[in-house]
């Protein structure tokens, strides 16, 4: 049974749109010439924290969706926070697509890192304020610390 519809439904419309920039950046071939920007072992790193965050961020949903209904400004803050992540997942892809076509400096993608990490920081806060889960609370750290520390300081300056 469906706890929060809102959070579920919303993750899955923001979700496609950010698989979708994602796929664009793809078969652009825009990716590879900015993995290729990381030396060998900060890449591994980065592949491996993006596949936890990943694991993280759909055990916060799931879990906040499905197994437990979030209350009063901490729902407010989550899902708040949920928007503004995905947001500025979507607005990233534009801003590489734009960058990468326009050959701009990777300054453009910075203002969509500060959102998606931003947001990040209210998953977490909210979860925290919502649950004495380790489990929750790690997941949503992990969230937060790749978005900050491997997107937005070591990715924004490639």
Known sequence: ????????????A???GVLAGYLLLF??????PLAKK???????LWKASAVYTVASFLGLIVWFSFYQR???????????S????????ITWSISVFYMMKKKRSSSVQIPSLVLTALGSL???ISTVYST???????????????????????????
């Open 38 to 44: 990381f030396g060998k072992l900060e890449w591994e």
């Open 122 to 124: 209210g998953l977490l």
């Open 14 to 16: 923001g979700g496609s």
């Open 82 to 89: 949920l928007i503004v992540f995905l947001f500025g997942a």
């Open 132 to 158: 004495d889960s380790w489990f929750l609370i790690t997941a949503a750290s992990i969230v937060l610390f790749h978005h900050f520390v491997f997107d937005l300081v070591l990715w924004s300056k490639k």
């Open 27 to 32: 078969l652009e071939n825009y990716l590879a």
């Open 70 to 80: 979030l209350e009063d400004w901490k729902r407010d803050l989550f899902y708040s």
């Open 1 to 12: 049974m469906v706890k929060d519809i809102g959070i579920f439904t919303t993750t899955v």
